[in-house]
């Protein structure tokens, strides 16, 4: 799965550690979320185990600012219960419709979470980007457009701070390790 942001969220993680973490995990959360309510509808799971791995690239073509989140994805949850060893159970990849209700979910939780640090398109600009301040030249640094680019399109309200969740193709399942994960016992 790629997650993708708006610009200005890209240049405000590429100095901002802890609002990149924090980012992260609200985007893994919700996909694991998915995971386990998918889980509980197939499999009658009720307290399945994700995981997934992410490389943060902080990034673009260019050697420009573009923080954005590559993650691996098990396609499945693990479930330890009746005292037995974690046995894995797969799920089919997930429909449009649901990478969409993902991708709305990870638009309104960020939303939610810039207007509670006061990031929100109407923050003060001085307390929503101290680097200007701090560091003015950096701040008017931007990634030079395309000369071949089309116009931008409209993105709607609810997705504005998502600009793009894509599910990757599957590894097939004769393709996987067979030993148990790290937390078995």
């Not at 429909?95 to 960020?110: G, H, M, S």
């Not at 929503?128 to 030249?137: G, I, N, S, V, Y």
């Amino acid at each position: 799965m790629l997650l993708s942001l708006p610009f200005a969220l890209r240049y405000r993680l590429a100095y901002d550690a802890q609002r990149t973490s924090t980012v992260l995990s609200l985007f893994v959360r919700t996909v694991f979320a998915s995971l386990r309510r998918r889980a509980r509808q197939q499999w009658s799971i009720d307290r399945g185990q994700c995981g997934a791995v992410t490389f943060v690239q902080r990034f673009g073509d260019a050697p420009n600012a573009n923080v954005h989140f590559h993650s691996l994805v098990l396609d499945g949850v693990y479930d330890a219960g009746g005292g037995q060893a974690p046995r894995f159970f797969p799920l089919p990849a997930p429909d449009d419709a649901e990478v969409a209700r993902v991708a709305a979910q990870v638009a309104r939780k960020l939303c939610r979470l810039l207007e509670r640090e006061g990031l929100d398109p109407e923050a003060d600009a001085e307390h929503a980007d101290p680097l200007a301040a701090e560091e003015p030249f950096l701040a008017t640094l931007r990634p030079p457009p395309s000369p071949a680019a089309p116009p931008p399109a409209r993105v709607p309200e609810s997705e504005r701070f998502v600009s793009a969740i894509a599910s990757t193709p599957r590894i097939s399942r004769s393709s996987r390790a067979s030993a148990a994960p790290a937390w078995a016992p």
